[in-house]
């Protein structure tokens, strides 16, 4: 894993041995891959704790939501099925996310460089996981907001229907 340094004007790109100021080429300026190393370090630690917690979460939230309303272990998923789902998609999300982030800090430490790709990539994921979390939280936030006038609003007792006339075919 020799140092090298990365011109990083997209028409040059030279890669340059060594750790350098400027590229030699053009001038222009350069990521070293110590750098590039250290952020693939922090990537990987992030990846990894995003997975350790949302595996976490994950399993032991499951239960519950795989099984909406129904009591597993003193815990129950009080929302709906359809939430349940979104926020299982939303862990997987997270989970998916940090697999991600773990495997660009591996590619950013092995190679020392960057990549284009990996940098879209990330940042849609974010961009997806962002609104994810947004429509799941306004999604309960609605539910919570829909469930109170539910309980007040109780249809009332079935009474019985009398207009002061005896039933015509009721024999007296
Ligand atoms: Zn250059």
């Not at 591996?106 to 947004?134: C, D, E, K, P, S």
């Not at 249809?155 to 007296?172: E, H, R, S, W, Y």
Request: aromatic fraction near 6%.
């Amino acid at each position: 894993m020799a140092d090298t340094s990365t011109c990083t004007t997209r028409s040059c790109g030279t890669v340059t041995p060594g750790i350098v100021d400027k590229c030699p080429t053009c001038g222009g300026r350069v990521q070293t891959s110590r750098r590039i190393r250290m952020l693939g370090w922090a990537s990987i630690a992030c990846g990894l704790f995003l997975i350790g917690l949302m595996g976490y979460i994950t399993s032991a939230m499951y239960p519950t939501l795989a099984n909406p309303g129904a009591p597993i272990g003193g815990d129950r998923w009080t929302g709906t099925a359809e939430q349940a789902r979104m926020a299982l998609n939303l862990f997987y999300l997270v989970i998916g996310f940090g697999v991600l982030a773990a495997a660009a800090g591996v590619w950013m430490v092995v190679t020392g460089r960057r990549h284009i790709a990996i940098t879209i990539v990330t940042l849609l994921t974010a961009g997806v996981l962002i609104f994810q979390t947004w429509e799941t939280t306004a999604a309960l936030k609605n539910s919570q907001r829909a469930e109170e006038p539910r309980r007040i609003v109780q249809p009332p007792p079935m009474a019985p229907v009398n207009l002061g006339a005896p039933a015509p075919d009721k024999p007296q």
